[in-house]
């Protein structure tokens, strides 16, 4: 297992911030909306170097989706912000029609995505906002795991031309790729080589993955961890070759398991490559209050859950 | 002036002829909400607007107009063939399978003149809005005009946006209420009473005009009027009244007529009352 160390925790949200100001500086068509939450997005700095190309929206998604549609007439490159369920479920029309089906080049950025945003609870905690913008046609959809990924990612989308939806979240956890990453919209990372079984791992789970991929070698298991930070396009090539190697595959993501990354995978083998697959989401259901980590644990995401659907995919395979 | 009264009205007439072949040649669509319209597109793509006619999606240095209420796409369609956006025989292919002219506007398939979809309602003010701001950043002067239905504003995204442009001193920004008081379950009044909107709009901070929408003087000079009004820090709304049906006696003022199409033999009285004049498609 390849060693993975940080010396820092911070938050995927920082990483947007930090991306959204150096796309500000690089290119001046990139102009931000939030509804009413820049602390939390961490907008500041952009809103600082570039007041002129921000735009308060106030408590109004619906206008923000509309009016960043619109400032896309004329060359604008608009990144919206709000919470991951602001940023989706609440405007689910207004990305429909205004957004994806008139291919604007809006870049629909959403934080405290997930059971990770904690105490505020299930009102707040979207499990469904993969699912439900990946169902859209022509909606690129992005979930990266660390801060330098969500930084290199906000970069990377504002050069893209499309719609877009970057996810993130609020905690700080480890920050443990390159800070000078290329980030290939689409393209898979192999976290680490193995030969016993394929994880696949997205946002905040990536780190799980590799702490669990620590204890599988414990275990004398020898297993592939891959990242697929953009959900849609789907890297088909890298998940079919690992499978092909491996013969078995575990999804991992803060997501319900219902219209999530593992259901993208699954609809992959099953139609290319029909292999044994486990699931570590949520299992249909809302979240509910409390710290980051009592929920990760309550609703199955700890790395412990992964070595568990290993263990059990591992013994799928073997029957 | 670049056309007489009796110019732009022979062309509105042409655009009625057109709308209600149109919806009989698919046997569906809207013609009530559009035939009310057809002198408000006339004056504007004729008269008021300033724009491009090699379509270009950014419009930098035009004036642009956003359909909010979408299902009156007949209207629209028929005056930007008119106004040379595509051919007017493409008109025929209306709401048919692989038509650029899909039942409400979209930009899906390509087609000169339109810049967003619109047909879930109440999403075009804001749209416009973005727009207006882009051209703000750009340095871009021009206007950026809007069509709504009454009913439509039922929808509280719209509000959302009334509230937004005045506050950001959106002056650059005309929007037109189809005044009709119709929609489809019935007149406005009964299903949801929008009451006084001039009202509501000057509570928000709009410089709110008044204009009748059927009498193509009143409306010509309404759109020229409201164009002085830019630059004084508020957006201009113009409440617009018109008939639903307007040009077709028998589809006169009635809800019924939002969205049938009218049999071979309602075609014929129609088309009889609505001279041709610029050739039909």
């Known amino acids: ?319 | 002036m670049k056309h007489t009264i009796k110019e732009l009205e022979d062309i509105a007439s042409q655009v009625r002829r057109d709308i209600v072949r149109m919806v009989h040649g698919c046997q569906s669509g809207h013609p009530g909400g559009s035939l009310g319209c057809a002198d408000f597109f006339t004056a504007l793509y004729f008269e008021v607007l300033n724009y491009n006619k090699d379509f270009n999606m950014d419009g930098v240095g035009e004036d642009l107009f956003f359909l909010s209420n979408g299902h009156i796409s007949p209207v629209w369609y028929s005056t930007l063939a008119h106004s040379g956006f595509f051919d007017k025989s493409e008109l025929a292919t209306f709401r048919k399978l692989d038509s650029r002219l899909q039942g409400h506007p979209t930009t899906h398939e390509g087609l000169p003149g339109i810049r967003i979809a619109s047909g879930s309602l109440g999403q075009g003010m804001s749209v416009a809005i973005g727009a207006a701001l882009t051209k703000r950043l750009n340095g871009d002067k021009s206007y950026v005009f809007t069509l709504h239905g009454d009913g439509e504003l039922q929808e509280g995204q719209n509000w959302e946006a009334a509230m937004f442009a005045p506050f950001h001193e959106l002056d650059t920004l005309i929007c037109t209420v189809d005044y009709n008081g119709q929609q489809i379950d019935g007149p406005t009044k009964k299903v949801l009473n929008l009451d006084s909107l001039q009202a509501k709009f000057e509570a928000f901070g709009w410089h709110v005009i008044n204009t009748d929408g059927n009498d193509m003087q009143a409306i010509v000079e309404g759109l020229h009027y409201a164009k002085t009004l830019t630059g004084k820090g508020k957006p201009i709304l113009n409440l617009m009244s018109t008939q639903m049906g307007a040009g077709v006696d028998y589809m006169m003022g009635s809800h019924k007529w939002h969205g049938t199409a009218p049999n071979d033999e309602q075609l014929a009285t129609a088309l009889a009352q609505l001279p041709e004049t610029l050739g039909d498609y």
């Open chain 1, 1 to 319: 297992m390849k060693k993975y160390t940080y010396t820092e925790k911070k938050d995927t949200r920082s990483g947007f911030g930090a991306g959204l100001h150096e796309a500000g500086k690089k290119n001046e068509n990139v102009v931000a909306l939030c509804a009413d939450l820049v602390g939390s997005l961490k907008m500041d700095a952009f809103i600082k170097d570039f007041p002129e190309r921000f735009t308060q929206v106030g408590i109004a998604e619906a206008n923000m989706i509309g009016i960043a549609a619109g400032m896309t007439i004329g060359g604008k490159i608009p990144f919206t912000g709000t919470f991951a369920n602001f940023s989706t479920g609440r405007v689910y029309d207004q990305i429909r029609q205004s957004v994806a089906y008139s291919n604007k080049n809006v870049k629909i950025c959403a934080s405290h995505a997930g059971l990770t945003l904690g105490e505020d609870g299930a009102t707040h905690q979207i499990l469904e906002d993969i699912g439900l913008m990946k169902m859209l046609p022509g909606m690129v959809v992005i979930n990266p795991c660390d801060y330098n990924q969500t930084k290199a990612a906000t970069l990377a989308i504002a050069e893209y031309e499309g719609p877009v939806y970057l996810r993130f979240g609020r905690p700080v956890i480890p920050v443990f790729t390159d800070p000078d990453q290329k980030f290939e919209i689409g393209k898979a990372w192999m976290v680490n080589e193995g030969t016993d079984v394929t994880i696949i791992a997205t946002g905040h789970m990536v780190w799980k993955a590799i702490e669990a991929g620590e204890k599988l070698a414990e275990l004398g298991i020898d297993a592939e961890i891959i990242n697929i930070h953009t959900i849609k396009p789907l890297d088909d090539e890298a998940i079919l070759k690992s499978v092909k190697k491996t013969g078995c595959v575990v999804t991992c993501e803060e997501h319900n398991k219902f219209g999530g990354l593992g259901e993208s995978v699954a609809r992959l083998l099953t139609t290319e490559l029909p292999t044994p697959q486990e699931f570590v989401a949520t299992n249909d259901t809302f979240g509910e209050s409390g710290t980051p980590d009592q929920l990760m644990s309550k609703y199955g995401l700890d790395a412990v859950n992964i070595v568990e659907a290993v263990q059990k995919v591992i013994a799928r395979k073997k029957a």
